[in-house]
């Protein structure tokens, strides 16, 4: 299979990220993950959404997990992992495991993306909490588990300093 | 009172040489970068997942023993260690010389994590925190891709977070009891982070072996019906005892292998002593000093392995290994150089390990060790003097290493220890810069004594079980092995009970608007109050709700430990529990407290006091509305209000030995008792009070905003029980130590931090500990029964100089100690606030005059 357009849509990203919103930020994670298990496009991601176990090593789990992105304008986004595949839910989703309630965008990334270097600019973990601008409903691993997928997604671009 | 010998008196010069290795092993330690370590979250979730432990709703005692035996038998035995880590994370090679086999991970100095615990809150970070710079800890790509794929997602919905909110709070009501602790601004709970925080008995493990305690609990095993409570229990001792057994065997058996293929006759010689040495312990009892330190070493890694590296103390280990010093000393098989080389190279052992940060947490709280306190000096169980030689072999093992860990601290009799032991430890914090922190027996041991009385205890009982105090984590006092009491269980800020009097029952963090949620009772609004009895009531009532769900939050974290963390392995080295077949997570030590540690302590007072004098009393300088306006506006232009606020000559403030002050303090403590009074915790204990907050004080302080008295927003709370600082005019010595030294020790038992920094000043170091001892004597004097003495002193004796060169410089002062509230710390791990905190804190000179010159020095503009 020639897959040379996985250089244009690598140039496509970059530009994207450049102006990172949540909504942004989902759909490259569900792009991520399509194209890294049909493609291998930037390694194995899509591995995020699987473990293993100590019992049997051969067995893989899927991660599954309900997030709900509630801004507080009332916009509302849901992520649904299951069955090591994602879907991205524009108008939000009823039932959810983790809901994380944020000011706007720019709060949530910042919080998301606390302690690195991103674009040149160093985003102060300690300045997200003084700023208190997101609160987490349900079980606050999951946004952990969200937050290195994050990080993990950022430092397959080079992104992560 | 054991004679103290003239050589260990004359130990203040002695240097552990080259051949001893301790230099050479303080370098590499005081090089290395921690290292992340996933040994122990490997082993412990392959073996939940293995037998399926979450299966039945709650984990057995037993169950729980089997898997800490699993881990101990699988566990690598490391008797050299090769490679660290440095500062700019490169490998380096080292040569270790230790007589101690055997590690805490498999790094030299590493990073335990607990996943069933807060080892989840790295997981966002696993990719930048070798790069963080604070504090940065190494991790492999491999351990990164093991952790993220295997290790944390089984934890997920498993720790305790997450068991103590499916199984309490999850209708995710906005704000409930947990969530407000995720707000940082009004309680901290922190059962999440551990629970034992307390003090093991060694005694029985030195004097009879654990192959003889492992027989012992089969016998009552033997008695006990199968099946029942106590058959888990004590199959559960079993089990640990043989793990713990079995690793010393496998640190044996891989010092043999090295020995036969060491070239080089002395070390040859020291794998073959360590070889022989782990054969006869910890399974058989110590017969010498360095058998009697082996045991204690085992023991502490296996308790560490169970046990959150939070504040696990040691105890009084110059009385526990005491006979066997004394025993080899006079047999001269042993001279206290040599104890000082050994009891050196084990400070390096038990500081293996670093706690579990992540970045907000090192940017609000960083820069902590494992706080693992050691207890020398005072009083024995008769109330003689227990000072002894080995007291001295321990100080000045401290004063040559200044490690962050262990935390010493020593205990002081006035009346009853001799002068010259004071002058000692004088002397060590002269040279150390920051420790150990003193603690005076007389008002420690008459608040425990109280307190044990109330547990129902006889007074006899009562006073024995005082006098035998150690010390946890930073400054809290526990009768040694018998009290498992989570001193640190709640951190309750103060400040944010005057925020919501202030407000109504609303705090700023969480909105002052009609629609923001309302945290407290909704009490009057102060303008509405006629006096200040009205401004203390509704005070009152906010304390109370907000201790109450503080308390519960606890009690419930508490109830998820009993049901699925059980811990055989503290309980195995616990009076109280071989007697009750009963874990000391289900209450089976003989004194099971909690403990609250209060936050902004003294600024609230001191905000009380504002609020009395200058709204409620008097010629009121200003009204509630005025107050209102300048704390929003965090008085900038009211520049007038806030020098009258800061100036002790015009606000009454604590610790300038001013009643209308210092009484705001002693009712806050009186109040903070009362509203924990009658409250029985999840074990059954009571709940104790105490004053340290070791960097929390500004942590927090960045979450808080202005405060009326004239602290700004963002800026650091006064520490534990000290005043506030940048004071204009800055308070005396003197009237702060008289005001420390009257507040009743009923209302503190649970220990405080009296931090007191000087700059050197001139003259010998004898005259200058010649001086801080005095200035000790001036502190815990009672004067005639008219004070009750300060409980605690703890000081910080370096220049201002050098303490910003290190801020500045901070890769040429790696190992700058200095104390925070209660623990030491390297200065350079701390967070930019608590540096400046610390630079800021009022100064004296420590003069070498006779009598003390003290003039509080020019800081900041």
Known sequence: ?161 | MPEISKEVRNLGTYEPGEDSFVPQMREAYVKARPEICIERPQYVTAYHQQHDLFKDGRITILEKAKCWRYLLENKKPIVRHQLIRTQNMEPLTIQDRSPFAGSTTRKFKGVILYPELVGLIMWPELLTVSRRKQNPFFITRSDIDELNSRIFPYWMDKNVVELTRSRYYNRNEELDDLQLEFQFAFYLDSKPLCISHTIPDFSRAIEEGLEAMAAKAREEVEKAKSGSDQWLFYSALVEVFEGIMCYADKLAEEADFLEDSEPEKKEKDRLREIAETYKRVPRNKAQTFREALTTIWLCWTALNLENADVGLSLGRLDQVLYPLYRQDVIAKRLTPQQAVDLVCHLWLKIGDHVPTMNEAGERLFGGTGANQAITVGGVDKDGADAVNDLTYVILRATEFMKLRDPNLNARYHPGVNQPEYLQRICEVNVNTGATPAIHNDIPVIKALTAEHEKDGFSLEESKQYAREYGIVGCVEPVSAGRTYGHNAAILLNLTSVLELTLYSGRHRRTGLGLKAPRIGPKTPNPAQMSDFNNFRAAFEDQLRHLMDRARMLNDNYGKIHQRYYPTPIMSAFFKGPWKAGKDVVQGGALINSSGVSLIGLADTADSLSALEKHVFTGSPLMDVQTLFKALEENFDEHEALHGTLINPTKTPKFGNEDPAGDDNLKWLLEKVNDALAGHINYRGGRYRVGCWTMTIHTGIGRLTGALPNGRKKGEPFASGIAPVSLLQPRLELLRTLHSAADIPPRHISSGIALNLKFTPGSGTPEKKAKTLAWLVEGCFDRDDGKREGAMEVQFNIRTREEYEYAKKHPEKCPDLLVRVSGYTAFFTDLNAQMQDEIIDRNEYVLSEEEMPYYEPVQLRD
């Open chain 1, 1 to 161: 299979m020639n897959l040379h357009w996985l250089g244009d849509i690598d140039d496509l990203i970059q530009a994207w990220l450049a102006d990172l919103s949540l909504d942004g930020l989902l759909t490259l994670m569900d792009m991520a993950i399509y194209l890294s298990r049909l493609t291998h496009f930037k390694g194995d991601y899509y591995r995020n959404l699987e473990y293993v176990d100590y019992v049997n090593n051969q067995k893989i789990h899927y991660f599954n997990c309900r997030y709900l992105f509630e801004a507080k304008d009332g916009a509302r986004c849901g992520a649904v992992f299951a069955g090591g595949d994602m879907k991205v839910f524009r108008q939000g989703i009823s039932k959810w495991d983790v809901k994380i309630a944020f000011k706007d965008d720019a709060a949530l990334l910042k919080y998301l993306l606390k302690g690195i270097t991103f674009h040149g600019i160093k985003i102060d973990a300690e300045q997200a909490l003084l700023d208190n601008e997101v609160q987490v409903y349900g079980n606050v691993n999951y946004l952990f588990k969200f937050g290195h997928m994050t990080k993990d997604l950022l430092d397959r671009f080079g992104l992560l300093a």
